[in-house]
Nanobody, 115 residues
Framework: QVKVRDSGGGLVQPGESLTLSCTVS???????MGWHRQAPGREREFVAN????????AYGESVQGRFTLSRGNNKDTINLKMNFLKPEDTAVYYC?????????WGQGAQVTVSS
């Protein structure tokens, strides 16, 4: 059974940084891992993902240049380093894993950027 666990949300001030982590277990063929986010009243938005075979990373336009997605200590963990956070980055961030063509989601991590 594939399980996705995301963590690391919190409350920060504008301009500060925060790191989210995600770990997958039980996946026999992970194609990619990444993050989406959803703010109140808005649709879920792509943030970033990393392809397992090449480590190629892709970013959403609104976070390009500020967020960095990387692997953790093993291939089943990814970290999203978010720099220069803005109030409009406030959302629930969901880790997602494509395992052999099926997409699994974490429970979500709340990120709030406010002064």
């Amino acid at each position: 059974q594939v399980k996705v666990r995301d963590s690391g949300g919190g409350l920060v001030q504008p301009g500060e940084s925060l790191t989210l982590s995600c770990t997958v277990s039980g996946s026999k063929k992970t194609i990619n891992m990444g993050w989406h986010r959803q703010a109140p009243g808005r649709e879920r938005e792509f943030v970033a993902n990393i392809r397992s075979s090449t480590d190629f990373t892709a970013y959403g336009e609104s976070v390009q240049g500020r967020f960095t997605l990387s692997r953790g200590n093993n291939k089943d963990t990814i970290n999203l380093k978010m720099n220069f956070l803005k109030p409009e980055d406030t959302a629930v961030y969901y880790c997602n894993v494509n395992s052999d063509g099926y997409v699994y989601w974490g429970q979500g991590a709340q990120v709030t950027v406010s002064s």
